[in-house]
């Protein structure tokens, strides 16, 4: 059975750093991020060896160094790493300052997967598809609605510059829940959403907050 949370140091060694183009996080790039001693231990850590693909990193950390402007926090980030199934652990929440990462189950829209094969086959921005976007995001407020607490999100880039319209937000779901991958092998799908398991959504909230960058891509 996978497990829906693992944390592991992202292994952000001076030669892996290089690797993945952390020299984006200069203190030029990034003059808000918090010292260690500053960011809260939410979890326990768990066993695993998962880590952000550095091709995604390097996406994810130069979409961070580009809107930069426009997010008051970059001492956290999440990342959802769409070319993996929704089997799969694949909403990473990273510790810019210590390199350490959660990793969570997610859920993908409908409408970038139509066949229900847990696999993202496509996104769009566009109102209606149902489907999840590709691109940086900032979190934003939180308000209640049908799925119970959530956050909204505003998209950064024309690949998501919609999702304020669309109402893609955060949020808890039942079929985010593990004990789909007993049933089913794999996840169930939003409207475009960030679905979270029911048991993770609080971990998420914590460790994001507002004012906080999430990126969405499939490379």
Not at 54 to 60: F, G, H, K, N, S
Not at 69 to 76: E, K, L, W
Not at 168 to 181: F, G
Request: glycine letters at 8%; a positive charge; charged letters at 15%.
């Amino acid at each position: 059975m996978c497990r829906t949370v693992s944390e592991t140091p992202l292994t952000l060694s001076r030669r892996n750093l290089g690797k993945a183009g952390l020299a984006l996080l200069g203190a030029a790039a990034l003059p808000r991020m918090a010292t260690a001693a500053q960011v809260p231990t939410l979890v326990q850590p768990l066993a695993s060896s998962r880590v952000v693909r550095p091709a995604l990193l390097r996406r994810a950390l130069a979409a961070l160094q580009r809107h930069g402007g426009r997010i008051a926090h970059h001492d956290r980030i999440a990342i959802a790493d769409f070319a993996q199934p929704s089997s799969q652990p694949r909403f990473y929440l990273v510790d810019m300052a210590s390199g350490m990462t959660s990793t969570l189950l997610v859920a993908h829209g409908s409408g970038s997967d139509p066949a229900h094969s847990g696999f993202v086959q496509r996104f769009s921005n566009a109102e209606g598809s149902n489907a999840s976007s590709e691109g940086a995001f900032l979190a934003s407020d939180y308000y209640i609605g049908k799925h119970g607490k959530s956050q909204r999100l505003i998209g950064l880039d024309p690949t998501n510059d919609n999702a304020l319209a669309r109402a893609l937000v955060v949020h808890a779901a039942w079929y985010a829940n593990p004990d789909m991958l007993r049933t089913h092998g794999q996840l169930g799908r939003s409207q475009g959403c960030f679905a979270v398991s029911e048991s993770d959504l609080q971990q998420v909230f914590a460790r994001l907050g507002e004012g906080r960058m999430i990126y969405s891509a499939k490379v």
